[in-house]
């Protein structure tokens, strides 16, 4: 979110002052002494979360009329606002309608106003407290992250519990309040002992309770023992038969052992495997030797010629190019032929020529330059002569042209000047006629909307016109909105207050009856003794007994009478401490609810008088007869009619004065025009007083006919000038290129004789005739070119026919076979060679697989055979790790083994069942030489004697119970329901001291571990961030920040000097520290802005205790996170304004706030 706008309307010195925060970069808010910086700078969390109760701001303004504002912007739009100091609806548009305090909050993103002003404003007493606690916790990095991020003091709320803490209890104190309460209570249980009972009642009923007490105690623990008994026979009687077949089970294990060797556990799987493997490879050596000898019986009868071999890959070739060789036969004769034809042809054009005898080399071509500077020339000729005749017709007829031009521009009068005519049009307004006519429109219908609220408002009727109206009712005096507000919400303030204090008196009413009904029903149920009657019956007793011993005489009963009933009475108050005490607290509570109704009663009294004084108030407010005091729910109405009638009432004079302005204005260009008209072609005829609105369209329409004749004459003039101008200027351009055109002509001939000559020919030899015999030689040229082709093609068959005769009579000699004459044989004999060498490849193939397959099947057998041997030998192994002589021996072994193993986990089983019950051993040494039988009996024995205990038991602690409530009831005087009742008293205080010690016990715990939460999920991104930001605003004398641990295991933060050298944090400079607390506040932000909780972060002077550099540097950094933050610097500081601009020319904005020199106190010069 950020504040594109603040308005600072009526707010501390301020007075309709507004600052324009929407620039991007950093704004500084500079403000000398005196010019209200720290106003401004509160502004911000009024305007957000509303005003206080009171406001320190006030101090110009009234309370009530405080006023911000702001133009407020977030990712989805804007929102214009104005904060007001009131109760209801403080939030509204610029227009007065309320805004949900819900529309805020979501721009506020949920941060409250302590979150604001801790996390995203910073001064300068917090940047240096901040510092200060950095040196004061050593390091401590909880502490350092969870301070930077919410500008709390950690340690000092800190300080705060422990103290408190400190306050309530000490477990080594005696002054501390819960210290002293508890001696207390110990004090008072002493003394509640002594009271309770004389001494020798106390000793003997104190004697009788031990006593019974003891005895019951001697039966529980012979019941205990004869317990435990009877649970140790039981349990022999369970695990008799299971020892009785783990011996049996022992005595078979070792006569299986006695049998023989046992084998290994896995023999029975490696015999079976080794087993299959000797039978597998046997089954693999016989398939080998039988393939084998198969490859063998086969590779015998297979022949190979050898002389073919040698062979084969010639013949193949050979034979694919018997055809290409039968096609050069025929390109040898076919070239022949054509030479001779293509080479007579040739002589025969040249002949045609006429160019004379050819040579033996063929004809001559003419140069390629030479034939293509013919060729061009013989097609430039027609273009050249074409453009020549061309040239010649144009300038005859432009000649013409110009003659006729030069005769209409001589025919044509000279122009009129209309420069005034057109610039009194110009000036003059399109949409005057068009303004005069909606001026007076709108003056009517403002007239009309003011009739009608009148008579909304039931103001019509009362006054002549609506002038007059208007001058009364809006010259009458009556209250703002804000005195409206204000009494309406004392009103309402005042009502609730009434309903309140009403529900108050009747719900006090409720409760005395209530609790008189309480207090009733207990008196007629117990009726308990109060104090009251306590002191009374002692009085009594004192009385007669002061009486009885100043020697009056038939006293004695009436005295023994009032003793009994005191001592009735304090037992009654020790018996029924219960009901006594809930008497006493339902008569305390019926004499509070009795003085509450009185004092309601006068509550609502004060109230009525306060209403009756804020009517007057309201009748006040409305002093004048034109608009008498409405009611309170009615004055907004009256008010905003006001409004409506005052905005009307000003618009129709500005309408008014609008159309008679357009008036006036239509009027003077009427009376111009008409005064330009006279005298033309046009001249118009103008009526004394006609209204401009309808002659002015009539004159426009007048002079710009007259423009349009003026300038059409002007146009027809200029278009003739210009004709004649561009006939002259075309004339002398086609005599141009006439010339032109005839020397090209000259230029060709020359080129023409020069190209002839050098080709052979005639100068005066025409193109046609030149270009014909061109034509002829070069075609000749190309005919004889042709036939050398011809030629060489032939010879190049006839070698190539007599290369392949070669290479097959090579061929047949190394077959031994001689090659046949005729050509046609030669060609079937070449092939019957190549396939009988055909047949042999295939015979020498089938003869490498077969030898290739005997070699595999040779190894496959091998292997099989050294496999076999490889399963004897790790049978043999098998049996002599089983001291088995055959495997008959071994399968026996390994039957023995299973069957131990099997007899050894139920073993395992048993035992483990038994050491469930206890110790085996000692187990199998209490059950020696018992049975059954014996162990039943004794069973059922121990089982009688503990039932008999039990029987005893029951009575026993009755007759214990019994003697201690008896010991316990004792009681002889009121004191100790005295004692008891503050011990009561002091307990419930220890209880409730307890409970406070408790919860600030658990209020530091949570603490720690809200820091070291946050410092665990915030430690590595923010130490990150803050290491670069403190070692840019320390330029780079500190290069890092260092998390660490002591030898207490307390988390640490040390910082690295530019040297790479660790230092404490302790041991840093006040400068220094402040500065990396700045770094770590503004580290957490970036929290805010990766959640899209960003909000405007405010400094006020934190740069007061920096030099200019590091000052540069800070400002820098605010700088760069201005894009993601709205960056606002409050300042006294004229410098600090012009270090920033220097700093960040591009993104720094100053904000000057004026001085504030408060208004002279009334009564002095």
Not at 535 to 561: C, I, N, P, Q, Y
């Amino acid at each position: 979110m950020r504040i594109k706008r603040l308005d600072l309307s009526a707010f501390g010195p301020f007075t309709d002052l507004s600052l324009d925060l929407s620039g991007p970069g950093v704004h500084v808010v500079y403000g000398p002494n005196e010019a209200g910086k720290s106003s401004a700078l509160a502004s911000l969390a009024d305007l957000l979360y509303g005003f206080g109760h009171s406001s320190p701001y006030g101090f110009l303004h009234k309370q009530s009329h405080l006023r911000l504002g702001a133009l407020l912007e977030d990712g989805t739009g804007e929102l214009e606002v104005v904060r007001h100091k009131r109760r209801r609806d403080s939030l509204t548009s610029p227009g007065g309608a309320p805004i949900p305090e819900e529309r805020m909050a979501a721009l506020l993103h949920q941060i409250s106003r302590e979150e604001f002003t801790g996390t995203f404003a910073l001064t300068l007493a917090e940047l240096q407290n901040g510092g200060r606690r950095l040196l004061e916790g050593r390091g401590d990095l909880g502490q350092a992250l969870y301070s930077a991020r919410s500008g709390r003091d950690l340690r000092a709320v800190r300080e705060r519990l422990e103290a408190r803490q400190r306050e309530l209890f000490l477990p080594t104190g005696s002054n501390p309040s819960l210290n002293r309460l508890l001696r207390r209570r110990k004090e008072l249980g002493e003394e509640l002992k002594r009271a309770q009972t004389s001494a020798e009642a106390f000793e003997s009923l104190h004697r009788e309770a031990e006593i019974a007490e003891k005895r019951a105690d001697e039966l529980d623990q012979q019941w205990g023992e004869a317990d435990r008994e009877h649970r140790r026979w039981e349990r022999l009687a369970r695990v008799l038969p299971d020892l009785r077949e783990r011996h049996v089970l022992r005595e078979r294990l070792e006569a299986l052992r006695g049998q023989g060797p046992l084998a290994p556990a896995d023999a029975r799987g490696r015999l079976e495997e080794l087993e299959r493997a000797r039978e597998g490879h046997r089954t693999a050596r016989d398939t080998a030797a039988s393939a084998l000898e198969r490859d063998r019986a086969r590779a015998a009868g297979v022949h190979v010629d050898t002389h073919l071999s040698a062979v084969a890959e010639e013949a193949e070739a050979l034979v694919a190019e018997l055809a290409g060789v039968a096609a050069s036969i025929r390109a040898w004769e076919d070239g022949e032929r054509d030479e001779a034809r293509l080479r007579e042809q040739a002589r025969q054009l040249w002949a045609r020529a006429g160019s004379g005898e050819m040579g033996a080399e063929g004809p001559e071509r003419v140069a390629a330059p030479v034939r293509e500077r013919i060729v061009g020339l013989t097609e430039e000729l027609p273009a050249a002569e074409a453009a020549a005749e061309s040239a010649r017709g144009q300038v005859r007829a432009k000649e013409e042209a110009a003659e006729r031009a030069l005769a209409d521009l001589e025919a044509l009068p000279e122009p009129e000047d209309s420069a005034l005519l057109q610039a009194v049009l110009g000036e003059a307004p399109a949409s005057l006629e068009a303004s005069l006519r909606e001026a007076r429109e709108e003056a009517g219908e403002l007239s009309a909307r003011l009739e009608a609220a009148l008579s909304e408002a039931g103001w019509a009727g009362r006054w002549a016109d609506t002038d007059e109206a208007c001058a009364a009712l809006l010259a009458a005096v009556v209250p703002d909105a804000s005195q409206v507000a204000g009494h309406r919400d004392r009103l309402t303030d005042l009502r609730a207050r009434t309903k309140a204090k009403r529900e108050e008196h009747r719900s006090a009413l409720r409760g005395l009856e209530r609790e008189r009904g309480e207090l009733e029903a207990l008196r007629s149920r117990v009726d308990p003794p109060s104090e009251d009657d306590l002191r009374e019956a002692r009085l009594a007793r004192d009385t007669l007994w002061k009486r009885v011993r100043a020697g009056k005489e038939g006293l004695s009963e009436e005295f023994e009478a009032a003793l009994a009933r005191a001592d009735e009475v304090a037992d009654r108050l020790r018996r029924e401490a219960d009901a006594v005490a809930e008497r006493l607290t339902r008569e305390t509570r019926v004499r509070e609810l009795e003085q509450e109704l009185a004092h309601t009663a006068q509550d609502l009294e004060e109230l009525e008088t306060e209403r009756a004084g804020l009517d007057r108030a309201w009748e006040a407010l409305w002093p004048g007869e034109d608009v008498p005091a409405p009611e309170v729910g009615r004055a907004d109405a009256v008010l905003r009619h006001l409004r409506d009638l005052r905005d009307l009432h000003e618009e129709r004079q500005v309408a008014r004065g609008r159309a008679e302005e357009a008036e006036r204005s239509a009027r003077t260009v009427a009376d111009q025009l008409g005064a330009l008209l006279t005298g033309t072609d046009l001249e118009p005829v103008l009526v004394p007083g006609a209204d401009p609105a309808v002659l002015l369209p009539q004159l426009r329409t007048l002079a710009r006919e007259e423009l349009e004749r003026r300038e059409k004459a002007a146009a027809e003039r200029t278009e003739a000038r210009h004709r004649r101008q561009t006939h002259e200027q075309d004339l002398e351009r086609l005599r141009r290129d006439l010339e032109a055109a005839e020397n090209g002509l000259r230029e060709w001939s020359r080129q023409w004789d020069e190209a002839v000559a050098e080709a052979g020919f005639d100068a005066g030899a025409r193109p046609r005739s030149v270009r014909a015999d061109l034509d002829l030689r070069e075609q000749a040229a190309d005919l004889w070119q042709e036939a050398c082709g011809a030629g060489e093609r032939a010879r190049a068959a006839l070698a190539r026919v007599e290369e392949f005769d070669r290479e097959l009579a090579e061929v047949f000699s190394a077959c031994g076979e001689d090659l046949p004459e005729d050509r046609e044989e030669r060609a079937s004999a070449l092939r019957d060679l190549h396939e009988r060498a055909k047949a042999n490849a295939r015979a020498e193939q089938d003869l490498a697989r077969l030898e290739e397959s005997a070699a595999e099947h040779e190894a496959e057998l091998a292997e099989a055979r050294s496999r076999s041997e490889q399963v004897a030998e790790g049978l043999d192994a098998l049996l002599a790790e089983a001291g088995a002589a055959d495997t008959a021996q071994l399968r026996a072994a390994i039957e023995r083994t299973e069957q131990v193993a099997d007899l050894e986990r139920q073993l395992r089983t048993l035992e483990q069942k038994l050491a469930r019950e206890g110790d085996l051993a000692r187990l199998e040494e209490e059950a020696r030489g018992l049975d059954d039988a014996e162990v039943d009996r004794r069973v059922r024995e121990a089982e009688l004697r503990r039932e008999e205990l039990d029987g005893e038991r029951g009575p026993a602690r009755e007759r214990s119970a019994r003697a201690r409530s008896e010991f316990e009831r004792v009681d002889g005087s009121a004191r100790a329901a005295e004692i008891a009742e503050e011990l009561a008293a002091v307990g419930a205080e220890i209880e409730e001291q307890t409970a406070e010690y408790m919860r600030l016990a658990f209020a530091r715990e949570i603490l720690s571990a809200q820091v070291e939460d946050y410092r665990q999920r915030n430690q590595d991104p923010v130490l990150l961030r803050a290491q670069e930001l403190f070692s840019f605003l320390t330029l780079e004398r500190f290069t890092g920040l260092s998390p660490d641990t002591d030898e207490r295991g307390n988390h640490l933060l040390r910082v690295v000097r530019r040297t790479g050298q660790l230092e404490e944090v302790a041991s840093l400079s006040e400068g220094t520290a402040d500065q990396l607390y700045l770094a770590l506040r503004l580290a957490s932000l970036e929290r805010y802005a990766e959640a899209g909780r960003t909000m405007p972060f405010v400094v006020d002077d934190v740069f007061l205790a920096f030099d200019d550099e590091r000052s540069e540097a800070a400002l820098r950094v605010l700088g760069g996170m201005a894009d993601r933050f709205q960056v606002v610097v409050f300042t006294h500081h004229g410098h600090l304004a012009d270090l920033a601009r220097e700093t960040l020319p591009d993104r720094s904005h100053v904000h000057t706030l004026p001085r504030f020199d408060p208004p002279p106190v009334a009564g002095t010069a």
